[in-house]
Structure formats: C-alpha cells, structure tokens
C-alpha cells in the first residue's frame, strides 16, 4: 500500500476509522489479499504499522478480488449479526470495488469511507494511464449514486461514521 496515491492520509484515516468502531464496540474484521506475486507472511504483504489487528479482531484471507470469494467473510458477518458494513482499504479498482458490489449483491448495507480506500495509477496498453486519484473519485461517485432495492450505501469520510454503542453503524 506504501506505493498507493496518499497512502499515509488513506491509512491514518483507515486507523482512525477501526479505533472509532472499536470504542463502540463494532467488529473489526481485517481481509488480506494473497497471490503469487503476494505471498502471506511475506514483507510486502504485511499490514501498515499503523494497520494492527488487535487479539479480538477477525481475520480473513482472500485470493480474488471480492472478500466474500471462497472466503469464511459471510460466516463471520452473520456470526456477528452485520447487516452493514463500513468499507476501507486498498486497491480501489479492484478489491474495494469488487467488495462492495458483492455486499450490496449479498444484502448488505454499505459505508464506503470515501478517505479511506486507495490505488496506484496504471498504464494501459494504448498509453492512457488512469490516475489513482479519478480512480478513487469514481468509485466513490458509485456508492454515493448507486442504489439498490432494500438496502442503502452511501460514501463517508472516516470522521463522519456514526456508531452506536450497540455496536453497529447507523
């Protein structure tokens, strides 16, 4: 994440977001991406410094873009009762993007938190480079337009969230 478009604001505000939903009591549930060319345990695959589980908080490893893909994600979600959830990370374009449509596919209610998700600029083929800033401005036009029948989403800044004490977002 370290090469990602402003990455130290994106994981202050990511960390700032998970000591929020711990004061409330909410459950922190972490999602890794591992592949080939990322490896588990390796040095570039580990978290932030300013990224830690705490002992109490889930975690989940993935090998496709979506966090829900052959993972135990739903499991743990209706083990906890989640009906919504607050979305952050790394690699808009493809994990958060793919995890929060297959949310709202799921029935879930989504927070996209619209300082705290990030990418790397890329070059296509054709010698465009799509620049991660727009990258991330779309997708948080999506979630803030897109709709869905029964269910809400919606894009909110990392100081915005509002928690209950019940342990869910509201």
């Not at 002992?55 to 979506?66: E, L, Q």
């Not at 829900?68 to 952050?88: P, V, Y």
């Not at 995890?99 to 029935?107: I, N």
């Not at 927070?111 to 990418?119: F, R, V």
Request: aromatic share 8%; proline share 3%.
């Amino acid at each position: 994440m370290a090469q990602c478009w402003e990455a130290q604001r994106v994981i202050q505000n990511a960390a700032r977001a998970v000591a929020r939903a711990r004061e409330f009591g909410v459950p922190v549930i972490w999602v890794q991406h591992e592949a080939d060319d990322l490896q588990r345990d390796s040095p570039s695959w580990q978290l932030a410094p300013e990224l830690r589980p705490a002992a109490n908080d889930m975690r989940v490893y993935k090998r496709f873009a979506s966090s829900f893909e052959e993972t135990d994600l739903e499991t743990i979600l209706t083990r906890f009762g989640t009906t919504h959830i607050i979305l952050a990370g790394a690699q808009t374009n493809w994990c958060i993007r793919a995890t929060a449509y297959a949310a709202l596919d799921r029935g879930y209610d989504l927070t996209l938190l619209k300082d705290a998700h990030t990418t790397s600029s890329m070059d296509l083929e054709d010698g465009t480079k799509l620049e991660a800033s727009a990258i991330v401005t779309d997708l948080n036009i999506a979630m803030q337009w897109l709709r869905y029948p029964g269910r809400f989403n919606r894009v909110a800044g990392a100081e915005d969230i509002e928690l209950s004490s019940a342990g869910t977002a509201q």
